[in-house]
């Protein structure tokens, strides 16, 4: 019986030290997902803003990748722009419905700069 539980004993190790591994494995691939997404800040930062079709032509020459990869890397403009947890349309409606109940002095202000 102690053979057996030595083996287990082993077994746990074993299991130990790939649950290790493969804890360092995650950091180690949050932390090249992190500095890849800083390299690609520092490479698009001071270019002004390009179109889609330039960003990707940029990264796939700086890194080597073809234009499906870079896009990958690339952020995805999102389908509806969100402010304050609204959309732009009802944001602006909202505005338009306060200005219409503003009174004198401050209706004045908000419509002449």
């Not at 102690?2 to 077994?11: D, G, I, L, P, S």
């Amino acid at each position: 019986m102690t053979e057996q539980a030595e083996k287990y004993r082993q077994a746990a190790e074993q299991m130990e030290r790939l649950a290790e591994l493969d804890e360092e494995e995650e950091e180690v691939m949050n932390e090249a997902e992190r500095q890849l997404g800083v390299e690609l800040n520092k490479i698009l930062y001071n270019q002004g803003v390009l179109s889609e079709h330039e960003e990707i032509v940029k990264i796939s020459t700086h890194y080597n990748i073809n234009a499906s990869e870079a896009r990958k890397q690339l952020n995805t403009f999102p389908d509806e722009y969100i402010i304050q947890e609204q959309s732009v349309p009802d944001l602006v409606k909202k505005m338009r419905k306060a200005r219409r109940k503003l009174k004198g002095e401050h209706r004045e202000k908000c419509l002449k700069p």
